[in-house]
């Protein structure tokens, strides 16, 4: 069995460029957890999404705001957490996207909870087994 590593947060700006950071520092954290292969895979893809989102839509184009990435492993699952503080679900993004990320969220994960701030910005909550 592979020892718990400390939870992780990190921040990081709202740039496209931010989502190849983000899954290489959970990409680590998971490995480190003792999760590989196709699970690790759906772990990847969905913290993508959820980073690819707040960097899309959550701040207007002129704007930049954090994007923070908790992790999590403990008592079997893996908690993943991506938050930021823009505009919120309902927000005037001008950035339309296709609306399948929180579809596939949901899917590959173990769940997954979206949560809107009283001020506009969006928790993503996804809860991934290990050992699955």
Not at 84 to 110: I, R, V
């Amino acid at each position: 069995m592979s020892p718990v590593p400390a939870p992780l947060d990190c921040s990081y700006p709202s740039d496209v460029s931010s989502v190849g950071l983000a899954r290489a520092a959970v990409d680590k954290f998971a490995l480190a957890a003792g999760l590989s292969g196709e699970r690790l895979d759906d772990i990847r893809l969905c913290v993508s999404e959820a980073v690819g989102n707040a960097a899309v839509h959550a701040y207007p184009a002129d704007e930049i705001g954090p994007i923070r990435v908790g992790l999590l492993a403990s008592d079997g699952e893996l908690l993943v957490h991506v938050s930021d503080d823009g505009c919120g679900l309902q927000g005037a993004s001008q950035n339309a996207g296709l609306g399948l990320g929180l579809p596939l969220m949901s899917q590959l994960s173990d769940g997954l909870v979206v949560r809107e701030h009283g001020f506009g910005g969006v928790e993503v909550h996804l809860r991934f087994d290990i050992g699955v």
